[in-house]
């Protein structure tokens, strides 16, 4: 009998982790196939509740400027970190400082920590008090930190497979987090390229129209010096009134194209 329960033990194993890998795959998957940075962070949340059986995570971020971090995604936070637009998770941390002082870098080990922002309410936590804190970098740049919760005490007393999973999603989020930032800084120097292009268009346009309307102008001055009949000085004016309007017409247009250049390719 001890074989055969070896055997299902073995079993039971494997199933588990070709699950974990399914998921990680979809992980992989969901932050691959979005551009949007909070479209993949909620995606990510999901499936990293999913993968350890949890139901509350979050995601704080540091900016590319500033050192000041913001809550950039959450999954089913208690209602007292949810309440008032989530105003509770503004403030300063525990896990927020570790980052900050390097504390979060090990590897070795998952840091759990009380949270600072639950410890002292007595309601609306949903039983919560602990999570797991996983750093987020991209070549040593820090990029912010993913937190798992749960309402078990001692559920982060993780194995060295378990621990593995918890960083291999951090380096997958923190690759997904790079990733979109650069796809915005290109799309952002694409557009801004877009706006010197249009920016130059109006400038050559209303040169030469400028150019066109000084040659009518000086024709007319011209004319009227001569005994040249009105109605021909007349034409010329009209001619330039028309090109002046002609003139005024392609600069709104390329105004207009100017200020959507920054939209193009992007959905409402």
């Known amino acids: 009998m001890l074989p055969q329960a070896t055997s299902e033990s073995d079993a039971d194993k494997l199933r588990r982790r070709n699950r974990e890998l399914s998921i990680l795959n979809t992980i992989a998957e969901a932050l691959n196939r979005e551009v949007d940075l909070d ?31 913001y809550l950039a995604a959450a999954q089913e936070l208690p209602p007292a970190l949810a309440e008032n637009g989530c105003q509770r998770m503004e403030r300063g941390c525990a896990c927020l400082d570790a980052y900050r002082h390097g504390g979060l870098d090990n590897r070795e080990r998952v840091r759990v920590i009380t949270c600072s922002r639950l410890e002292e309410l007595t309601g609306g936590t949903d039983g919560l008090r602990y999570h797991a804190s996983i750093p987020l970098y991209a070549y040593k740049k820090r990029l912010g930190v993913l937190n798992v ?21 951090g380096d997958l989020l923190s690759i997904a987090i790079e990733r979109t930032r650069l796809f915005a800084r290109s799309t952002e120097l694409g ?12 400038h050559d346009t209303l040169a030469q129209g400028l150019t066109a309307l000084t040659l009518k102008l000086e024709t007319a001055d011209a004319l009227l010096e001569q005994t040249v009949p009105t109605g021909r000085v007349r034409q010329i004016v009209q001619e330039a009134l028309a090109l002046t309007q002609a003139n005024l017409e392609e600069a709104r247009r390329s105004v207009l194209d100017l200020r959507a250049a920054p939209l193009e390719g992007r959905t409402l």
């Open 191 to 202: 557009a801004i390229k877009e706006r010197n292009r249009l920016a130059r268009e109006i």
């Open 149 to 169: 919760a749960s309402t078990e005490t001692r559920w982060w007393e993780l194995s060295a497979d378990d621990l593995r999973l918890l960083h291999t999603v």
């Open 39 to 69: 479209q993949s962070l909620r995606a990510a949340l999901a499936h990293v509740a999913e993968l350890f059986g949890l139901r509350t995570g979050w995601i704080f971020l540091w900016p590319d400027e500033g050192d000041t971090p």
